[in-house]
Structure formats: C-alpha cells, structure tokens
C-alpha cells in the first residue's frame, strides 16, 4: 500500500513563494507517474502538475506554467512542488497522487489516480 504524506502548505501574499513537499513510502520498486492536484470548494479536483517517474519528463498546465516547478529527491521517495509568482487564485487544498505507470505525456486525469495524499491547504491573500 503506498502512503503520501504532503508537507508545505501555508498563507502567503500575493507574489510570494512556497514549496509544498509530498513523502512517498509503501511503493517498493513500483514506478509512477507522480503528480499534484489542487481543488476550491464546489470545483472539481484538477491536475497542474506530473512528472514521469521513468523519464523525469514534468508536465503543466498552463495556468502554473513558468511559476511551478515539480521535481523528485532521495530515489523518488519526495516530491517537490515549488511554487512561485503566486496568485490569489492559486489558493487551493493541493494533493500528491500516484498513477501506476508512465505518465500519459501528459498530467494525468483524476480518475486514473491510484493513491491521494490527504491534502495541504495552501492561501494565497493580497
């Protein structure tokens, strides 16, 4: 069974950086795609960013793209979401993922996600 456990949230004025961490444990030698979901009250989950445990190859959408940078530390085991330049709309409860496999050269959907973090609220206020 894999565990993620995200790290990182927080408050912080428009403009200002964080780095939300998500630790990885129970996968084995199992590979994934990797990913970070956001979610707002009434909306659904959504994807922003991915990164192929095979290739290292990221993904983005655009809203996050050229602010958010997803990387991988100590063998794959911590993901890393660095967020900078943030808005007021980036406020979210932001969520690790796992989808068994490669990612689809794309961020996956949130369908396909095989494990979910429990969340780190993160608020971003002018």
């Known amino acids: 069974q894999v565990r993620l456990q995200e790290s990182g949230g927080g408050s912080v004025k428009t403009g200002g950086s964080l780095r939300l961490s998500c630790v990885a444990s129970?996968?084995?030698?199992?590979?994934?795609?990797m990913a970070w979901f956001r979610q707002v009250p009434g909306k659904e989950r959504e994807g922003i960013a991915a990164?192929?445990?095979?290739?290292?190859?990221?993904y983005y959408i655009d809203a996050v793209k050229g602010r958010f940078t997803i990387s991988q530390e100590n063998a794959k085991s911590t993901l890393y979401l660095q967020m900078n330049s943030l808005k007021e709309e980036d406020t979210a409860v932001y969520f690790c993922?796992?989808?068994?496999?490669?990612?689809?050269?794309?961020?996956?959907?949130?369908?396909?996600?095989?494990?979910w973090g429990q969340g780190t609220q993160v608020t971003v206020s002018s």
């Open positions: 129970g996968g084995g030698d199992s590979r994934f795609c």
């Open positions: 993922a796992a989808d068994y496999g490669r990612c689809p050269d794309n961020i996956p959907s949130r369908v396909a996600v095989n494990y």
């Open positions: 990164i192929d445990d095979y290739t290292s190859s990221a």
